[in-house]
């Protein structure tokens, strides 16, 4: 009996908050409620290291949770990228240069082609970040790409076509790393 009591004592103990995931020190919402009103699920999240450094934290968020890559893109509803940095300073340079390669590396040359509009539009919204900064990535259906950071609105990116390309650097063919990838598609 003393011992069923002490294995539940640490079940209870251990148990984390249905609200909230907390990674690296960061707590994330199990749901976010957009300006719009749509309400967006946590699907997956992880951490995005390069060098053995930490350097965000990337949290996907979908209307209907997806397992695949295919699933995630097909959906038409609203998604958010969420970034919470933890390396003490990203510069505006470094980001576009991590964002082109993300392009290039995923994106098809028509797609590249088709896009370079909006990937130039989107380049010139970033300026250095710092550790505790957010970036979020919000898909707003028959919008686009709504680009916050630290909860200041910089643009909007138009179209669908934009946000799957953006959205096929953490989850396409060569993501930014295999093992974040597989996290926010909550494998």
Known sequence: MQRAIMVLLFVLLTVVPAGAREIAGVDLSEEVKRDD????????????TKFFFKIYIAALYLEHKATSVDA??????GKRMAMHFLYSEVSGEDLVEAWNAGFTGNGTPEQLD???????????????????DTIILDYLPGVGTAVDIRGERKGVI????FNDLLLSIWLGP?????DLRAALLGS
Do not use: C
């Open 114 to 132: 088709a896009l370079a509009a909006e990937i130039a539009a989107f380049n010139q919204l970033f300026t250095t970040v710092k550790a505790g």
């Open 37 to 48: 009103g749509a309400v967006l699920s946590l699907n997956g999240a992880g951490v995005r």
């Open 158 to 161: 138009a179209g669908k076509p």
């Open 174 to 178: 060569e993501p930014v790393a295999e």
């Open 72 to 77: 995630v893109l097909a959906d038409e509803g």
